[in-house]
Every structure is written in structure tokens, then in C-alpha cells.
């Protein structure tokens, strides 16, 4: 029973817009040839459930919509002041009302992207392993439910064990191979974020790799490919469109961590020089500037940083669609 | 036609509540800050207040003992120095409060004149961490300036060594550690810094959040802390009261008479006993008394001059002055225990002044 239903989920994204039309269509048809059958109750009810749905569907979109008309909005006041140079100034001063936002893209980008990096062999590994390997027993379970636990630590708690844990841990090894032994820094929230987004893959990843059909892994089997080949050919083709939805979970959740990477990224408005100078993110500054925004350009310059992470957010997103769609088609 | 009337209807709801939305974004928050808040305010036994988070613990222990004594409530939100400021300008809250005076832009952009009246003094004091060193380590402005400008990048510079002769000084690299959350300890460091160093002043200048040319940022004075308690080396500004309950060593400071200071309460209290003008908006940074500690600053309340305004009663502002005016006197006497520097008789005596500056329809609200 619960494979049928898994098999819904898994066939949805995989779907494309047409067959949603056409499942919106299906109900009217439906109705009105079995209307006789029911109650003009049971019709209302129908109608009045349907309409709840599609005003709370549309009200997400509402609201997203009018976060970004907020941003805008408020942001008015620094796009005049700072222009275009906003985007690639590097002096963010806010004494001179000097607001350049490029070492933070920068430090946004780098450490999302790192983390990313860090976190997708570990990611992929739980979840082959929890999915093809050892899907039923204690062991796996307690492994599965210490994965989803780490995405239940509230962020804080990672800053603080980075910051008493990590950080001399990093420190020692930046003064083993000769980098400037701070120990925050991008490389130190990298390794946080990467902790932080494991289990957004690796969740995704599992259930998918769970819903191969057997059918098909068992003839890879009985043709005799092995293991490594069934995992290679069969399991991973197959759920490429998941695992790749989970990434991208995953690295969204990244682009907007915010406490965790603030306590240990060294916070300066200085351009990295490399993965170990410490640095900023557009999340950590508005979280440490805000309270004390006490100009209106400078809250405006803050609240325009808000918009270019939620257009970079956004950006990022819709690349990663096409890059689904591009792998599912092929 | 089913879908069609469904569809009218969705996009009915959308236009409604995209309408609620435009007008509660439209208003750039004043608005609905104040929709919001009306209710409480409207409260006529709670006090509302917001602003700095630099006196809070303090503020909380006046307010839970005033309300002991004299059953007030006091609700205070310790949300920054700026954002206080900003509800007091949009009339949110009976007081704001902030560790530094208004300044021009904010005080016309005030819709009527608001008084400041001091509180409470803190300092803020120059945590380090050198490996093996006994003595206490003295610094000059001009030495914090060039360390802070990253002109003196290491410890046993000769201009550090200068001032601390005979002390044994590492060859160890100075790293710098500063806030990275504005906050009222940076705006009080970066204003003294800005008093004792041009060079400081046309690089930097003062503020909450300031662009600082070395060093890393911690959040909140933990945050500070930790960078010096792991870096050996390390230097950095935290709050007295902060540095002294975690046992932090911290500099002696070379004031303008001349004079080494060790940061304490009596040395802050010394600091604020200087001609204070009329207004109360003085900083005590660079202090002239001889054996104050200049790193040291006032942390004001501010209320408007003329207390009829929207629907106040008289009755809720004499309850405000009453409740400020109990913590400039029997209040201080909880500075002390939480490491505040109690107000020096002069900054009291202009505290009570101002307090009787202050108006309901014109007429004085305190006798």
C-alpha cells in the first residue's frame, strides 16, 4: 500500500504541466456523471474544499510575492543613493554611507558552494547505504533518525560547537600548512553549513532510492551485474531527478544560514583572500547590522541586501530546475 | 462554469490579500508598529519602553524591583539602541532609550523635541591575550589607534614596548578582534578612538557598525571574548561589567590628563564628573577628570518634552516621569552589583532638571 502511494510522490515532478491541467479537468468530468449519486451536501462540501485549497495555494504565492514588493519598496532609498554599485563596490562603510555588497556575495556564494561540495559524498553514502544496503533494522533506523536529527539541532548550538569545537581544530591546521592560523573563517562555516545540510539530501535520497522498483534491480541482478553496477547503472540513473532536488534543497538551505555561520565566519567586510580568511555573508550582516541601523539609508542598505539574497536565492533555484529537467530528459 | 466561479472567487481573496498587504508594507512599518502596539500602550499600568541592550540587565532589576515597590509594570524591549530610537520617532513607546545622544538626522527626524536623561555609566575595556605576561599591559591612545588602524602589527613593537618598560613582550602577531553586531560598546570605542586619532577619524570614524580596517568580528561580547580567549595574541573591546564576570585580563588606559587607568566603577563614576551641559548629550569618552577612565559613556533614556500627544493621559505620563525619576535616585543603588557605575551627583542633578523640563499641555508635569 505504501509503495502505491510512494509511487504517486515519486511520479509528480517527473510530470509535466499538462498532466496537471488535465487531472484539474478529470473531477469535472467525473462529477457530472456521477452527481446523481450524491448529496447536494456532500457536492458543497466538495466545492467549499476546493476553493479553500486554491485560495491557501495562491496565498503562498501572495505571499512571496509581496515579501519581494516589500524588499523592493524599501530598498528604494539605496538603489538611488548607491546605484549599480551596489552589487560589485567592495567598502561597505556604514559611517560614510559607502555600501558595496560584493565581498559578502562573494562570501554568500563561496561558502554555500564549499559546503555543497563537502557534504554531497557524505550525503550520497547514508543514503545508498540506507536505502539499498541495509533499508530494515535497528541500526539503519537509529543511523536514519540521528541523520534526521541533525537537521532538528537548532542552528546556535552548531555556532557554538564550532566555535569551542572546530575552530581550534582548524586553527592547528592552518598553521600545519601555512595559512594564517585565525581558525574562522569561510573553510570553518563551510564544514558547519556541510554538517548543518547533510540530511536534506541524504533524506530525499533515501526514500527515492527506496522506490526503484525491484523488478528493475533485479534484472540487473539476474543478468549478473554486480552491487557497485546495480547501484551505478539502475538505482542512480533512476533517481537522478531526486537526489538532484535534494542538493538543491540542501543548498538553499545554505544560502540562508545565518547564526551558525555568523559566530564563526570572523564577520569583516574585507575580500577573501583565500577559503581560509575569515569573511561575510548577506545573511550574517543583515543579522548583525539590523538593530542598530540608525540611518534610514543604511536600513535601506540592509534591506537591499535582503533583495539581492532573494534574488540570488531565486536565481540559483530556477538554474537548479533546468538542471533537473535536463537530467531527467536525457 | 464551475471553474470559472471558482477561479472569480480565488482571485477575489488574492486582490484582498494583496490589498492588506500594500497597505500594511506601504506604511513602512510605522504604521502597523503602531496598530499593533496601541493595545499595550493603550494599557494604562504598563510602561512600555525599547532600545539599547547595552544596560539592559540593569533596566530589568529597576523595573522588577520598581514594580515590587510600587506596582508599575514596566515592559522593556532590549531590541538596540537604533531601533529604540525609531519607535520613540514613531511614537510606539512611552521611552526609548540609547547609549548614544541623538544625533542631527535623528533629533529632526523626530516630529517634537525629546529629552535625554542620563542613567547609568558603563565602560568599555581592552581585553587581550599574551601568553606569559604577568604584568597588567598599558596602552596609549595613540597605541590602541595605530593597533586598531593595523599599523602595529606585532606585539613587541617598539611603541608598545615604550610605554610598557620593562615588561617581557612576545614577537607574537596582534590580532585585532572588534563586534560585529553594531552595538553601543563599539559606538562608544570607535567615538573615543575618533577623538584621540585624526587618522582614525578620516579612515573609520565612529558609529555602531563601522568599516574596520583589521581583525575579525565576533557577535556580541561572547563572541569577542572567545576570539581572545583562543587566539594567543588577540585584542579586543568588551563591556566592563562582561570582562570582569569571566575573569578577563584588560589594559590600563593612559586618559587625556596624563594618568594610566585601570577600568573599574569608581574610575567610570570619576569619568562622568565634568561639566555636564543643559541637554545631558555629552560624551565621556576622552574625559578631562584626572583619574576618570576614558573609554567610559552614558546610557540615556529619552522621552518627548511635551507628553500630550495621540491619547495620553496625564495621569500615564506622570506615572513615566515618576518611574524615571525613582531611577536616577533609589534606583543606583542597583548599579553597583551588576557593574554599572552609579551617575556622579552632577549628571542626577541634570537628570531632575530635565525631568521638570517636561510638559503635559504645556504645563509641568513633575512639581
Redesign the interface.
Known sequence: MKDTVDNDLITRPDANSGRVIKSKKDP?AVSTTKRLKRSHRQIKAE?IF??TL??VG??TV??V??IF??LV??SILSIKTSGFGYLWGK??????D?FGVYPFLLGTLLTSFLALFISIPFSFAVAIFLGEYFPKGWVPNLLKNTVELIAAVPSVIYGFWG?AVL??IV?SFESKIGAEP???GIFTSSLILAVMIIPYAASLGRSMIQMVPSNLKEAAYSLGATRWEVIRSVILPYTRSGLFAGIMLSLGRALGETMAV??VI????LIPKSIFS?G?TMA?VI?????????PVYLSALIELGLVLFVVTVVINMIGKQLIKGVTTN | MKTFKSLALASLAIVITGGMMMTSCGGSGTASKADSTAGKSGDDNTLLGAGATFPNPLYSKMFSEYDKANGQKVNYQSIGSGGGIQQLTSKTVDFGASDAPLNGKQDSALPAPAIHIPITAGAVVLSYNIPDMKDTLKLTPDVLAKIFLGEIKKWNDPKIMAVNKGVKLPATDILVAHRSDGSGTSNIFTTYLSKVSTDWESKVGKGSSVNWPVGLGGKGNEGVAGSIKQTPGAIGYVELAYAIQNNMAFAKIQNKAGNFITPSIASITAAANITIPGDAKVSLTNTDATDGYPISGLTWILVYKEQKYDNRTQDKAIKMLKMIQWMIHDGQQYCAPLNYAPLSANAVAIGDAQLKSVTYDGKPVLQ
Open positions: 469535472e466545492n476546493r476553493r486554491t485560495v495562491w496565498a501572495v505571499l510575492a509581496g514588493v516589500t519598496l524599501q567598502t561597505w562603510d556604514p559611517v560614510r559607502i566555535l575552530v581550534p586553527r585565525i581558525g574562522l555568523t559566530m570572523g564577520n569583516t567586510s575569515p561575510n550574517s543579522a548583525n547590522e539590523f538593530t542598530e541601523a540608525d540611518h
